[in-house]
C-alpha cells in the first residue's frame, strides 16, 4: 500500500514537523513493514510555472514534427516565451507546465535556454514523466482552463509529497485504504481519526434498481446507487489525479477515477456501469457449464461454474469483486451510472482472480476481507463526488440487497492474557485502551468480553487479542532471552551414517547438489528404462510446478543428469557430482488418499487411511561423474573417468557404513551392458554402478564417458551401530607376493579376488588387483588379472616355504572356483 503523506494528513492532525521517515519510524514497532519512503519531487527545482500556448508554428524539413510554441508564462506582456517541442496532443489556448531556464528536473536535467531545429527554445513543456509524475512521456500536461497564468505548478500539482510504501500482510485487508493506515496512524500518535467512512447514508428504498442475491455465501451485501445527467466533458481534478498516481494507480477518466479515488481512501472497491447498458435485474450467482464473459481488458474467458458472477438478463456483465465486462464499460459519453458496493466472499474471489490469472485491486482488497458495513458509505462518497465533480443528480432511491449477517460473536479474554503472552505486565486499563483503539467494543472487570470491530474479521480468538494489545504497546518492549534448550541425544545412527557418506564422498572429490524430486516420461525415455520397469511406477502430481516433470521422482539419477548437462554447457568438463535424497516408490495397491476435514480433528481411521496412501520413501545416494579423474599436467598423463570410478564411488559409500559389497556383472538401464555392475549387501541388490549406455548419452546431451552409480542407502545401514575395533600394529615385517592368472573374458574379477582370498587363509592382509590384460600371448576370449597379495602374521616372521604354501593355496582355489590358470 504506498500511502502519501499529504493525504493521510487529511485524516489525522499530525504534526507538521512530522516527515515520511519518522512517520515509518513510528508503524515500524507496530508490526509494520515499510519498504521505502519515496520523496516525490525530491530532485525537482526552479521556476515551474502554468503557461498558456498562444501561438504555434509547425516546423518542417526535419526528421520528426516539430512545433515552435509561443507560450505566456506571465501576466506581462514580455512574459512570453518562444519554446521548441515535439508533442503534438495540445492547442493553441491550452495552458501547459512549462520549465523556464535555470529548473532543475528530476535526474539532474537542467533547464537552459539554448538553439536548436533553427530556434532559440526558451524553456521546456513538460510531461508527466518528466516531472517524475507517470511514465507518459510522449504526452504534455494538459491542465483544466481554471487555472492562472504564471501560477507555481509545483504547489498546484501537488509534486513535492513523501510517499510511504508499506507491506500490508494478508491478516490485515483494512490498511489497503487511507482509512485503515490513517486509524494505525492515529493509534500510533495517539491522535483523533477523522473515519472518512462516517457519513450519513440514505435508507434503502423499495424502488431502487432490482437486484437478487442468487448466492447468499458469495455475496452478503450488494449497495446499488445511480446517478445520472453527468457532464460528459467533466474531468478529473488535478488533485484526485496527483492522489490517484501517487498511490500507485493511473488516472483514467472522471468516473473510474472517483471509484478508485473512493476505493484507496475507504478500502470498498467499487464498480461503475453505464446505467443505458444494464437490462433487468442484477443477479449474484455463479457461472453455468459454458458460460463466456468479456471483460474490461478485451479478453474472452471460459468461465468456471465456482466464479461467482454479476449478471442481468443478457447474462454476465462482471467477474464479481475481480473485473467488470466490457459490456457494460463506462465510455466518454456515459451520462447515466450505477455504482456497485458489494461484499464478497474472500475464498471466492481469491479462486477466481487465480483461476484467471487476473489480479486487480479490487481483487486484492476483497480476497483480505473488507468491512462489510462501508459498502454503504463508500457508495455514498462516490455519489457526492459523481455530483460535486461531474454536475450529476443523485438518484433519490437506494439499493440495498443483504442476507442480514450475524454481527461478530463477543470474544472472552483474561485482561491479563497479552502479558501472559509476553512476559511483560499490561495494566487492566492499558489492555482496554489498545482494544478500544482497534475498535472493539469491551466490557467487564478481570475477564473482558470483547466484540471486534466489523473491518477486522482476523480478530477470532482471545490470542488475536492479546497480539493487538501486545503490538500497540510495542514488540520493541519484549525482553530477549534465549530458551534453555533441552538436552538431546545427538543424531542418530541413520543420521550419523548420512553425514558420514557425505564426507567420504567429498573426500574423494564429488561435489554435493540438491536437486527438485520431479521427473517426467520424456526423461525415463531418454534412460532407455523399459515401459514394465518398476521405475516407470510414479506418483503424478495434482498441481506440478511443472507440466514437463509431474511425477515424483523413484531415481535420483535425472537430477544428476541435468545438473551435469548444464554444469558442462557453461564449460566445467572434468566434474564429479553426488546426491543423497528421497526416492518415491507407490505401495502395491494403494489408494488415493483421502481429503482431511478441517474443521476437526481427523479420525484416527482416517489418519491410518492416509499412512497407508502414502508412498515408501527410502533414501537413495548417487552419484555421476564425467570427463578427467586425474588431471594432466607436469607429472605425467590424466586419466579419463571410467567404469571402475563409479564402482569405487559405490565402494566409498558402503565403507562408509560399514558395509561391504559384493560387485557382478549385469544389464540395467541405463548402465551400458557390458560395463554395468550390480551391488549386492547379504546377496540382497543395493544398487548399480557403470558406465552409461552411448544411446543414453546422445539422448541426454552427456559427454561421452559419462558414469554413474545409485545405491539405497537405506539398505547399508545396520540396525545397531557396530563397534569399531582399532587395527593392531604389526610387529614384524609383511611379505609381498604377485599372482597372475588367466581367466576367460565373462569371468568377473571378483570373482577371482573371492577365490584367492577363501585360498590364502588368515595369514592374508590384504589384496590389491593392479593389472588386466588382453594382448600378445593370452588367448581370445581370456584375460589376464595380475593380483599384489600382502602376507603377515601377528606372531612371527614368515618363512620362504610358508608364503609358498599359501601361494600356491590361493591358486589353487582360483583354479578350483574360476577355472583359473597361472601365468606363465
Given amino acids: 500500500m504506498r500511502v502519501p503523506l499529504s493525504w493521510l494528513r487529511e485524516y489525522v492532525d499530525l504534526p507538521a514537523e512530522v516527515s515520511g521517515r519518522e512517520l515509518a519510524e513510528r508503524l515500524i514497532p507496530i508490526g509494520f513493514e515499510v519498504e521505502t519512503v519515496h520523496e516525490s519531487g525530491a530532485g525537482l527545482s526552479g521556476p515551474l510555472l502554468v503557461g498558456q500556448v498562444l501561438e504555434i508554428e509547425e516546423l518542417t524539413g526535419f526528421k520528426k514534427p516539430i512545433r515552435y510554441c509561443q507560450v505566456q508564462v506571465g501576466p506581462e506582456a514580455a512574459d512570453v516565451r518562444g519554446i521548441v517541442c515535439g508533442a503534438r496532443n495540445f492547442n493553441v489556448a491550452d495552458k501547459v507546465v512549462v520549465a523556464l531556464p535555470g529548473a532543475v528536473l528530476p535526474g539532474d536535467f537542467k533547464i537552459a535556454a539554448r538553439t536548436t531545429y533553427d530556434h532559440v527554445s526558451d524553456g521546456m513543456i513538460c510531461s508527466a514523466r518528466e516531472l517524475g509524475l507517470g511514465d507518459d512521456h510522449a504526452g504534455i500536461i494538459v491542465l483544466p482552463t481554471d487555472c492562472q497564468v504564471g501560477a507555481d505548478a509545483i504547489e498546484l500539482l501537488g509534486i513535492r509529497d513523501e510517499v510511504l510504501d508499506i507491506a500490508v500482510t494478508t491478516d490485515r485487508g483494512y490498511c489497503l485504504s487511507m482509512r485503515g493506515m490513517a486509524r494505525e496512524t492515529a493509534i500510533a500518535y495517539g491522535l483523533t481519526l477523522r473515519d472518512p467512512a462516517l457519513l450519513d447514508t440514505p435508507a434503502p428504498t423499495g424502488h431502487g434498481y432490482p437486484v437478487q442475491l442468487a448466492d ?102 462482471g467477474l464479481a469483486g475481480v473485473m467488470g465486462g466490457a459490456s457494460t464499460e463506462v465510455h466518454p459519453g456515459t451520462l447515466d451510472v450505477l455504482i456497485e458496493a458489494a461484499h464478497f466472499d474472500p475464498a471466492s474471489i481469491s479462486r477466481t482472480a487465480r483461476r484467471h490469472k487476473l489480479p486487480s485491486e479490487a481483487s486484492r482488497r476483497f480476497e483480505r476481507a473488507v468491512d462489510p458495513n462501508a459498502a454503504a458509505a463508500a457508495a455514498q462518497r462516490a455519489v457526492d463526488l459523481l455530483v460535486l465533480l461531474g454536475h450529476g443528480e443523485a438518484d433519490p432511491e437506494v439499493t440495498v440487497a443483504s442476507t442480514q449477517p450475524h454481527p461478530a460473536a463477543p470474544i472472552v479474554i483474561d485482561a491479563a492474557l497479552p502479558g501472559r503472552v509476553a512476559g511483560l505486565e499490561y495494566p487492566r486499563e492499558a489492555v482496554v485502551r489498545r482494544l478500544q483503539e482497534v475498535g472493539c467494543a469491551v466490557q467487564g472487570a478481570e475477564r473482558l468480553s470483547v466484540t471486534p470491530p466489523s473491518w477486522r474479521p482476523d480478530l477470532t480468538d482471545p490470542n488475536d487479542l492479546a497480539e493487538e494489545v501486545i503490538r500497540l504497546e510495542g514488540y520493541d518492549r519484549i525482553p530477549s532471552r534465549l530458551p534453555v534448550a533441552p538436552r538431546g541425544h545427538g543424531l542418530t545412527l541413520r543420521q550419523r551414517l548420512h553425514r558420514r557418506v557425505g564426507r567420504a564422498l567429498a573426500d574423494e572429490g564429488y561435489i554435493e547438489v540438491l536437486n527438485y524430486p520431479f521427473v517426467g516420461d520424456a526423461e525415463l525415455d531418454a534412460m532407455g528404462i523399459a515401459p514394465d520397469d ?291
Avoid at 446507487?225 to 500507485?248: F, K, N
Avoid at 590389491?768 to 603377515?792: M, N, P, Q, T, W
Fill in 534 to 824: 518398476a521405475r516407470r511406477i510414479a506418483l503424478t502430481l495434482v498441481n506440478p510446478i511443472s507440466d514437463e516433470q509431474p511425477q515424483l521422482r523413484t531415481t535420483l539419477l535425472p537430477g544428476l543428469f541435468a545438473t551435469l548437462r548444464r554444469n558442462v554447457g557453461r564449460g566445467f568438463a572434468d566434474i564429479a557430482l553426488f546426491e543423497t535424497g528421497l526416492v518415491y516408490q507407490p505401495r502395491p495397491g494403494a489408494t488415493a488418499p483421502p481429503r482431511l476435514p478441517v474443521d476437526r480433528r481427523p479420525t484416527d481411521e482416517e489418519l491410518a487411511a492416509l499412512e497407508s496412501a502414502l508412498p515408501d520413501q527410502p533414501r537413495h545416494v548417487a552419484a555421476v561423474l564425467s570427463g578427467e579423474r586425474e588431471n594432466a599436467g607436469w607429472w605425467g598423463e590424466g586419466r579419463a573417468a571410467n567404469w571402475a570410478d563409479a564402482i569405487e564411488a559405490a565402494r566409498t559409500v558402503a565403507a562408509a557404513c560399514g558395509a561391504e559389497l559384493t560387485v557382478d556383472q549385469a544389464q540395467y538401464e541405463p548402465w551400458h551392458p557390458g560395463r554395468c555392475a550390480v551391488l549386492s549387501l547379504d546377496e540382497r541388490i543395493v544398487g548399480y554402478a557403470g558406465q552409461l549406455h552411448p544411446k543414453v548419452l546422445e539422448a541426454l546431451g552427456l559427454p561421452p564417458g559419462t558414469c554413474a552409480m545409485e545405491l539405497n542407502l537405506d539398505a547399508l545401514v545396520p540396525e545397531t551401530e557396530a563397534h569399531v575395533t582399532g587395527p593392531q600394529v604389526a610387529a614384524f615385517p609383511v611379505a609381498a607376493v604377485d599372482v597372475a592368472l588367466v581367466v576367460s573374458r565373462e569371468v568377473p574379477a571378483a570373482d577371482v579376488e573371492s577365490a584367492l582370498i577363501e585360498g590364502a587363509g588368515p595369514l592374508l592382509e590384504s589384496i590389491r588387483l593392479f593389472d588386466v590384460y588382453e594382448g600378445d600371448r593370452i588367448e581370445a576370449g581370456s584375460k589376464s588379472l595380475a593380483f599384489s597379495l600382502r602376507l603377515r602374521a601377528a606372531d612371527r616372521t614368515l618363512k620362504a616355504d610358508e608364503v609358498a604354501a599359501v601361494r600356491e593355496a590361493a591358486v589353487a582355489s582360483a583354479t578350483r572356483h574360476t577355472a583359473a590358470v597361472l601365468r606363465g
Fill in 216 to 317: 447468499p455465501i458469495g455475496c452478503d451485501r450488494f449497495v446499488a446507487r445511480a446517478v445520472r445527467g453527468i457532464d460528459p466533458l467533466a474531468t478529473t481534478p488535478l488533485w484526485m489525479q496527483r492522489r490517484i498516481q501517487l498511490a500507485g494507480m493511473r488516472p483514467i477518466s472522471l468516473i473510474v477515477d472517483i471509484t478508485n479515488y473512493v476505493m484507496l481512501e475507504v478500502g470498498q472497491p467499487l464498480h461503475a456501469y453505464d446505467l443505458r447498458r444494464l437490462h433487468g435485474t442484477i443477479t449474484v450467482r455463479r457461472a453455468a457449464a459454458g458460460e463466456k464473459l468479456t471483460t474490461l481488458d478485451d479478453a474472452e474467458r471460459a468461465l468456471d461454474p465456482d466464479d461467482l458472477l454479476i449478471t442481468d438478463e443478457t447474462g454476465p456483465i
